[in-house]
């Protein structure tokens, strides 16, 4: 079993070692420019990016100048509910404890 993962091991690096040879050639170097030509972004979508960066701009001057103060009235909402979430889950810890853990934690408390 160790063979055949040390032979398996022993292919992959000659694989490698051949296409690096490969690629460190004149015809492997062009392919690799050739890659790195394909990928570059079109002249058109810089165009576009432009475009979507003044959108997002104007969503961003929409929220800091409307939205924000419209939800400022309902953060005392959201953090007396996130409160009671918390009190409740608290008291189902300590109804569902044993005394000695009640205890425990009571201890705890008083000596922090």
């Known amino acids: 079993m160790v063979r055949a993962f040390y032979k398996n091991y022993k292919v992959n690096e000659i694989q490698r070692r051949v296409l690096k040879k490969i690629l460190n050639s004149s015809a ?5 420019y050739f890659l790195e030509w ?13 475009r979507l960066s003044v959108f997002e701009k104007g969503l961003d ?3 800091r100048a409307k939205l924000k103060f419209t939800f400022e009235a309902f953060k005392v ?4 509910g996130d409160n009671r979430k918390k009190h409740s889950m608290r008291k ?6 044993s005394d000695s ?6 201890w705890r408390q008083l000596t922090t």
């Open 28 to 32: 492997g170097k062009i392919a690799q």
């Open 38 to 50: 394909k990928n570059l972004p079109d002249v058109g979508e810089h165009f576009l990016r432009q």
């Open 61 to 63: 001057k929409f929220y």
């Open 77 to 80: 909402f959201i953090y007396e």
């Open 92 to 97: 189902l810890v300590m109804t569902t404890m």
């Open 101 to 106: 853990n009640r205890m425990f934690s009571k």
